[in-house]
Nanobody, 117 residues
Protein backbone atom coordinates (compact mmCIF):
# COMPACT_ATOMS: atom_id res chain seq x y z
CA UNK A 1 0.00 0.00 0.00
CA UNK A 2 1.27 3.44 -0.93
CA UNK A 3 0.96 6.44 1.34
CA UNK A 4 2.07 9.97 0.58
CA UNK A 5 3.01 12.08 3.58
CA UNK A 6 3.33 15.83 3.08
CA UNK A 7 4.91 18.47 5.26
CA UNK A 8 5.97 22.09 5.11
CA UNK A 9 2.73 24.03 4.88
CA UNK A 10 2.54 27.15 6.99
CA UNK A 11 1.47 30.77 7.30
CA UNK A 12 3.89 33.12 5.56
CA UNK A 13 3.98 36.81 4.62
CA UNK A 14 3.78 37.90 0.99
CA UNK A 15 7.22 37.67 -0.58
CA UNK A 16 8.24 34.88 1.74
CA UNK A 17 9.29 31.33 0.99
CA UNK A 18 8.24 27.82 1.92
CA UNK A 19 9.43 24.34 1.02
CA UNK A 20 6.94 21.51 0.79
CA UNK A 21 8.01 17.88 1.00
CA UNK A 22 6.16 14.69 0.14
CA UNK A 23 7.47 11.22 0.83
CA UNK A 24 5.90 8.11 -0.69
CA UNK A 25 6.01 4.96 1.42
CA UNK A 26 6.20 1.39 0.24
CA UNK A 27 9.24 -0.65 -0.64
CA UNK A 28 9.88 -1.21 -4.31
CA UNK A 29 7.47 1.39 -5.63
CA UNK A 30 8.56 3.45 -8.57
CA UNK A 31 6.69 6.52 -9.68
CA UNK A 32 6.93 7.88 -13.21
CA UNK A 33 5.54 11.27 -12.22
CA UNK A 34 5.40 13.06 -8.90
CA UNK A 35 3.98 16.50 -8.41
CA UNK A 36 1.72 18.97 -6.72
CA UNK A 37 -1.81 20.23 -7.16
CA UNK A 38 -3.47 22.96 -5.13
CA UNK A 39 -7.01 23.94 -4.33
CA UNK A 40 -8.03 27.37 -3.11
CA UNK A 41 -11.39 27.98 -1.42
CA UNK A 42 -14.18 28.02 -3.97
CA UNK A 43 -11.89 27.02 -6.83
CA UNK A 44 -11.11 23.84 -8.71
CA UNK A 45 -8.01 21.85 -7.97
CA UNK A 46 -5.21 22.88 -10.34
CA UNK A 47 -1.88 21.41 -11.28
CA UNK A 48 1.01 23.42 -9.86
CA UNK A 49 4.01 21.42 -11.06
CA UNK A 50 5.09 17.90 -11.80
CA UNK A 51 8.31 16.12 -12.54
CA UNK A 52 9.07 12.94 -14.45
CA UNK A 53 11.57 10.47 -13.07
CA UNK A 54 13.88 11.41 -15.96
CA UNK A 55 13.87 15.03 -14.84
CA UNK A 56 11.37 16.72 -17.17
CA UNK A 57 9.31 19.34 -15.38
CA UNK A 58 6.09 21.20 -16.02
CA UNK A 59 4.73 24.27 -14.21
CA UNK A 60 1.51 26.19 -14.37
CA UNK A 61 2.12 29.66 -15.74
CA UNK A 62 1.31 31.51 -12.53
CA UNK A 63 4.22 29.92 -10.63
CA UNK A 64 6.91 29.89 -13.30
CA UNK A 65 10.05 31.62 -12.08
CA UNK A 66 8.93 31.44 -8.46
CA UNK A 67 8.43 27.74 -7.70
CA UNK A 68 10.88 24.92 -8.25
CA UNK A 69 10.02 21.25 -8.13
CA UNK A 70 12.62 18.59 -7.42
CA UNK A 71 12.64 14.96 -6.43
CA UNK A 72 14.84 12.31 -4.92
CA UNK A 73 14.00 9.11 -6.77
CA UNK A 74 15.90 6.93 -4.34
CA UNK A 75 13.75 8.23 -1.51
CA UNK A 76 10.53 8.56 -3.54
CA UNK A 77 10.31 12.11 -2.29
CA UNK A 78 9.23 15.23 -4.13
CA UNK A 79 9.81 18.81 -3.05
CA UNK A 80 8.31 22.15 -3.97
CA UNK A 81 10.38 25.24 -3.23
CA UNK A 82 8.09 28.25 -3.27
CA UNK A 83 9.61 31.72 -3.38
CA UNK A 84 8.10 35.19 -3.75
CA UNK A 85 4.81 33.91 -2.43
CA UNK A 86 1.66 35.85 -3.16
CA UNK A 87 -1.73 35.89 -1.50
CA UNK A 88 -3.16 34.07 -4.51
CA UNK A 89 -0.89 31.12 -3.72
CA UNK A 90 -2.99 30.47 -0.63
CA UNK A 91 -4.45 26.98 -0.97
CA UNK A 92 -4.30 23.42 0.22
CA UNK A 93 -1.42 21.76 -1.62
CA UNK A 94 -1.74 18.09 -2.52
CA UNK A 95 1.09 15.84 -3.48
CA UNK A 96 0.47 13.08 -6.01
CA UNK A 97 2.40 10.22 -7.52
CA UNK A 98 1.74 8.11 -10.60
CA UNK A 99 2.82 4.49 -10.25
CA UNK A 100 5.19 3.45 -13.03
CA UNK A 101 3.71 0.00 -13.57
CA UNK A 102 0.06 0.14 -12.55
CA UNK A 103 -0.62 3.74 -13.61
CA UNK A 104 -2.51 4.29 -10.40
CA UNK A 105 -2.50 7.81 -9.02
CA UNK A 106 -1.95 8.30 -5.31
CA UNK A 107 -2.69 11.43 -3.30
CA UNK A 108 -1.41 12.96 -0.11
CA UNK A 109 -3.70 14.34 2.58
CA UNK A 110 -2.95 17.96 1.74
CA UNK A 111 -1.00 20.68 3.50
CA UNK A 112 -2.27 24.23 4.04
CA UNK A 113 -0.28 27.15 2.67
CA UNK A 114 -1.51 30.58 3.71
CA UNK A 115 0.08 33.75 2.39
CA UNK A 116 -1.09 36.75 4.34
CA UNK A 117 0.24 39.91 5.95
Amino acid sequence: QVQLVESGGDLVHPGGSLRLSCAASGIGNIFSIMGWYRQAPGKQRELVAHMHSAGNTNYTDSVKGRFTISRDNAKNTVYLQMNSLKSEDTAVYYCYALHWITGQKYWGQGTQVTVSS
